[in-house]
């Protein structure tokens, strides 16, 4: 009677798991899929020393994901003391709806405008083949200081997570669990380069050019598909009363 009890608390939590991970794959790809990072990774694995900026500009980035989700869990814990997080809500939802515009526009900018592939600017090879590893490390961080829709996926995350009743330590590991995992893609050239070191300067490059040809394409379509996902977010949260 108890192993069955015991199966089958194990078989709800792994469908419960299931069902999570399901709600947070779409934050994980929205906050994954940027192609100029991964080109930017490309960039400084062909320089000079490039392993070691590519991984320290890889470890600013994931650096400042653990302090703004540090700031993000203090704050909600203030703002659950005062004003039980009515305030975030609201700002979560106005944020949602201000970047999902945003990119939208964008989008739309871009694609009237025709804009064709890009090369990568000749003053950007050169302060990469310049830098050393604490620019690097810098610059990954003020790259993701920078980038607004990172912020709003970090916190759709969290609040996923508290929804579904995940609190405490498991919270805090599911968070840094989706940090690393949205650091996944920018991983893979850093792979290719330690798995296939002979091979992996023809791949990089074929894999750089191609991004180099679709970015835009790829730019566009990404912006669309999460503005959409955006305002659907928060099309529920004004469905569901949560702002009220």
Not at 155 to 163: C, H, K, V, W, Y
Not at 169 to 191: D, G, K, Q, S, Y
Not at 214 to 236: E, H, K, N, P
Request: aromatic share 12%.
């Amino acid at each position: 009677m108890t192993h069955q009890a015991n199966s089958s608390n194990e078989l709800i939590m792994q469908e419960e798991t299931l069902n999570l991970l399901m709600q947070l794959l779409p934050l994980i790809i929205g906050t994954a899929v940027v192609p100029s990072i991964i080109i930017l990774v490309i960039l400084f694995l062909q320089s000079d020393r490039g392993l070691i900026k590519a991984s320290a500009f890889v470890g600013g980035m994931v650096s400042w994901r653990l302090f703004m989700l540090t700031i993000f869990v203090y704050y909600s814990f203030i703002f659950a003391k005062l004003f039980s997080l009515r305030i975030p809500e609201k700002l979560h939802f106005a944020l949602l709806c201000l970047l999902g515009i945003i990119l939208m526009i964008v989008a739309s900018y871009l694609l009237m405008k025709k804009r064709n592939a890009s090369r990568t600017s000749t003053n950007l090879l050169k302060v990469i083949d310049r830098s050393n590893a604490p620019m690097a490390f810098a610059f990954g961080v003020v790259l993701m200081a920078m980038g607004l829709k990172h912020y709003i996926f970090m916190i759709g995350a969290m609040q996923d997570l508290e929804r579904s009743g995940i609190l405490g330590a498991r919270w805090t590991l599911a968070m840094i669990l989706f940090i690393v995992a949205a650091e996944l893609l920018v991983l893979i050239p850093i792979l290719i380069y330690l798995l296939m070191p002979d091979r992996s300067e023809a791949i990089l490059g074929s894999f750089k050019n191609l991004l180099d040809k679709y970015s835009s394409a790829i730019t566009i379509t990404f912006c669309y598909v999460v503005g959409i996902f955006f305002l659907w977010r928060a099309f529920m949260l004004l469905q569901q009363g949560q702002l009220l």
